[in-house]
């Protein structure tokens, strides 16, 4: 389970990758998040979960405070490479891939009705959502494909994260 520059997860992590040992062989594209009592991502939780270093105190937190891994794309299947698949074939497999898993959900095709998801995100003080052609093929990366649409409080965010890194 690596994130996105590479860094190893799995020893923070260890609910994610008993779930993932219940797969087959593949690779899936998804969101690392801690939930509130509400099912609302936590930054703060998940930034907590990644310094923790002891084994006992990553055990304590898997319990206490499980990770959720948000599954919304299929990579790979049995050794295969998928990414050439339109989305939608590739989500069907994925589908199937992770039904049932404790940790690891699905992230449903929402079609049409993104502008109402969009609200729901708005009001509940979500971060945004992410909007991809139903034809598109996998690219490494930000691509075109693809965007990223930030509610209010999202924006919020990334302006308090730019000045933690300044």
């Given at each position: 389970?690596?994130?996105?520059?590479?860094?190893?997860?799995?020893?923070?992590?260890?609910?994610?990758?008993?779930?993932?040992?219940?797969?087959?062989?593949?690779?899936?594209?998804?969101?690392?998040?801690?939930?509130?009592?509400?099912?609302?991502?936590?930054?703060?939780?998940?930034?907590?979960?990644?310094?923790?270093?002891?084994?006992?105190?990553i055990a304590?937190?898997?319990?206490?405070?499980?990770?959720?891994?948000f599954a919304?794309?299929?990579?790979?299947?049995?050794?295969?490479?998928?990414?050439?698949?339109?989305?939608?074939?590739?989500?069907?497999?994925?589908?199937?891939?992770?039904?049932?898993?404790?940790?690891?959900?699905?992230?449903?095709?929402?079609?049409?009705?993104?502008?109402?998801?969009?609200?729901?995100?708005?009001?509940?003080?979500?971060?945004?959502?992410?909007?991809?052609?139903?034809?598109?093929?996998y690219y490494?990366?930000?691509?075109?494909?693809?965007?990223?649409?930030?509610?209010?409080?999202?924006?919020?965010?990334?302006?308090?994260?730019?000045?933690?890194?300044?």
């Amino acid at each position: 389970m690596l994130s996105r520059r590479g860094t190893d997860l799995l020893s923070c992590f260890p609910e994610i990758g008993l779930s993932l040992e219940g797969l087959p062989n593949c690779v899936l594209d998804g969101e690392l998040v801690s939930l509130d009592e509400m099912g609302r991502p936590v930054f703060e939780r998940l930034s907590r979960r990644f310094r923790l270093k002891r084994e006992i105190a990553i055990a304590d937190a898997s319990q206490k405070e499980p990770a959720v891994l948000f599954a919304f794309d299929l990579l790979a299947l049995r050794g295969r490479d998928v990414r050439r698949w339109p989305l939608l074939k590739r989500k069907d497999a994925l589908k199937s891939l992770v039904k049932g898993s404790e940790r690891i959900r699905y992230v449903e095709h929402i079609g049409e009705e993104g502008a109402k998801l969009f609200a729901m995100a708005e009001s509940l003080g979500l971060e945004g959502i992410v909007a991809k052609r139903i034809d598109s093929l996998y690219y490494r990366g930000r691509e075109s494909g693809w965007v990223k649409i930030k509610t209010a409080a999202g924006r919020a965010l990334d302006e308090e994260r730019s000045k933690w890194n300044e």
